[in-house]
């Protein structure tokens, strides 16, 4: 249930609304806006009246939410949620952009790459020291290694550091040295951990599972922000159909429908979509034009011998080329570069 609070209300009027919520047995979300206030009430609703803040002098209204998730919903928060990433914004009219190998191989490896994509005008660095694979015999990446040498990039260019977090036996070490915590499509689900993930304040990038609906995936951002933790960005990485020519099948519908649902920001991961490097650059100008906060894309200076997912990757060379394309496509739908 949702109240609405007429403009202009007092902060006296807004805590004595609050309470009156809470003498009900529900918890409140108070939302702040530059013309409305509106208090999300939280838990079983069913049974209380509306009526009863209908009736208040402070009340324009109030709503039933059909929709499972709350805190998520943009009825509940009409603005668009601008998540902070070590200083680089999310949402809003700004546009992230995250690029580096998929695997972290060598400290020059990454370092290398992540001097020419900030070049190029990469805000963000993504590189995997913990690697989920679907073979046991495929490389596993270099796990606490890896984490220390994207630390050492972000020293040498100053880019906030993004890499996937599998178990929450490393979430501590994560919270205090990761910028922005990725969860990956198998781990979408996995509720203990999201639970735990709502424990720190680090944003949190929430990829969507291989068959996961909007609402599987809206709801998986929810355990996190229930669990205290407000700062999720949502990233679609393409979902598993019956097209076997591609790695997966890049719902770019997702975008629209996302930004009419939920409040937070979403990018895409046009790599993983598609998994072949000359799919990247139409995917990704798609994706800026349907709406897209960002861009999450595999850079590699030798993808011929990349350890992981080298065929989707793009050389710094291109990467370049298509950002100032794609520059030219953002400025259209008002997203800054």
Not at 63 to 85: C, G, S, W
Request: charged share 25%.
């Amino acid at each position: 249930m949702i109240i609405v609070l007429k403009p202009r209300t007092t902060e006296e009027n807004i805590l004595r609304v609050e309470n009156m919520v809470r003498a009900r047995g529900l918890e409140t979300h108070t939302v702040r806006g530059e013309e409305l206030t509106i208090i999300g009430c939280i838990g079983d609703t069913v049974r209380v009246d509306p009526r009863l803040f209908e009736v208040d002098k402070s009340v324009e209204k109030v709503m039933h939410v059909q929709e499972p998730y709350k805190l998520a919903n943009r009825a509940f928060h009409p603005e668009d949620t601008i998540v902070d990433v070590a200083g680089v914004k999310v949402g809003g009219d700004h546009m992230a952009l995250i690029a580096g190998p998929c695997s972290v191989e060598s400290e020059e490896q990454v370092i290398e790459i992540a001097k020419a994509a900030k070049e190029s005008g990469a805000n963000m660095l993504r590189g995997g020291a913990f690697k989920p694979r679907t073979s046991p015999y495929s490389f596993q990446g270099m796990g606490l290694a890896g984490l220390d040498i994207l630390c050492k990039a972000r020293e040498v260019t100053g880019l906030p550091i993004v890499t996937e977090l599998m178990s929450a036996e490393y979430l501590d070490l994560f919270d205090e040295k990761v910028d922005l915590i990725q969860i990956g499509a198998r781990n979408m689900q996995n509720f203990d951990l999201l639970k735990q993930l709502g424990k720190t304040k680090k944003p949190i990038l929430l990829k969507r599972g291989l068959n996961a609906t909007y609402e599987e995936w809206i709801m998986s951002a929810e355990y996190i922000m229930s669990s205290g933790n407000p700062n999720v960005i949502l990233c679609e990485r393409g979902v598993r159909t019956f097209e076997s020519y591609t790695r997966n099948t890049l719902d770019l519908q997702a975008i629209p429908v996302i930004r009419r649902l939920s409040h937070l920001p979403i990018i895409v991961d046009p790599s993983h979509a598609g998994g072949k490097w000359w799919l990247v650059e139409p995917m990704s100008k798609a994706a800026v034009a349907a709406g897209a906060d960002g861009l999450m894309i595999e850079v590699h200076n030798n993808p011929e011998c990349a350890l992981c997912d080298g065929g989707q990757s793009l050389k710094p060379a291109k990467y370049d080329t298509l950002l100032k394309e794609i520059r030219q496509i953002a400025e259209v739908v008002g997203k800054k570069m």
